[in-house]
């Protein structure tokens, strides 16, 4: 074992010891470095990831994110959601949703299905079906884990094939604002409890890099003054 992986904390190595048991999907997410394309089923996606220090604990950060199918009941991305099929509204594997998230006149309406479950750690769900965006195959990642600085990490890591390649070039700023905004949203509820706060409100109220805080974090733990 290097040096590195000595430093990591006793969660991070349970974590790697429950990692072997799930897919290897799980590794690529939280150890690959980030890439512009990767394989997913055979195929070759378009991939973002953001993430975000949240001022909380890891606990906080998880009770958050398996509130899957009543999301829209807290988060400001989305105006609707709901669960289907008769599934649970907390996240666990093959809960399915649909979710209305405002793009102008027309909302995106998605249907999504949890396809990969790490309880406390993560969960993907792939959108199987689409209304309003040219989605082809999309998969998300949503977890938390800590960093080498001991801070609660929120991230969400989105693999994507659009229905042609001017599209998925183009409407890549649209799905990074998609990823910055929902992460803004997680974190301010997390941190205070509000509900649905306008995504233009907590676009001002936190700078997106700088103040002291490593680049590669988005968005920033601490509002602006």
Do not use: C
């Not at 991305?77 to 793009?103: K, Y």
């Not at 905004?181 to 997680?186: F, G, M, T, V, W």
Request: no cysteine; net charge neutral; hydrophobic share 35%.
């Amino acid at each position: 074992m290097n040096a590195k992986r000595k430093t990591f904390s006793l969660f991070g190595q349970q974590l790697l010891k429950q990692a072997v048991i799930y897919p290897v999907v799980f590794l690529m997410i939280m150890f690959s470095p980030l890439s512009a394309q990767q394989l997913i089923d055979g195929e070759k996606m378009e991939v973002l990831e953001h993430k975000i220090v949240v001022q909380n604990s890891h606990e906080a950060v998880w009770d958050a994110l398996v509130e899957f199918g009543n999301v829209s009941n807290f988060h400001s991305s989305f105006d609707d959601s709901v669960s289907l099929n008769g599934t649970n509204e907390q996240a666990q594997l093959g809960v399915e949703r649909e979710v209305q998230i405002p793009d102008g006149i027309n909302n995106i309406i998605n249907k999504e299905r949890i396809i990969t479950f790490m309880d406390g750690v993560y969960y993907t769900y792939e959108v199987y079906e689409s209304e309003n965006f040219p989605t082809k195959k999309m998969h998300v990642t949503y977890g938390v884990r800590l960093d080498e600085k001991g801070r609660t990490i929120l991230f969400v890591k989105t693999f994507y094939k659009l229905n042609n390649a001017i599209n998925t070039k183009f409407l890549k700023r649209k799905l990074n604002r998609f990823g910055t905004d929902s992460l803004l949203a997680y974190k301010y509820y997390i941190e205070t409890g509000e509900r649905n706060t306008d995504l233009k409100i907590l676009r001002k109220r936190y700078q997106k890099e700088g103040d002291g805080v490593d680049p590669d974090y988005l968005a920033i733990s601490q509002p602006k003054k």
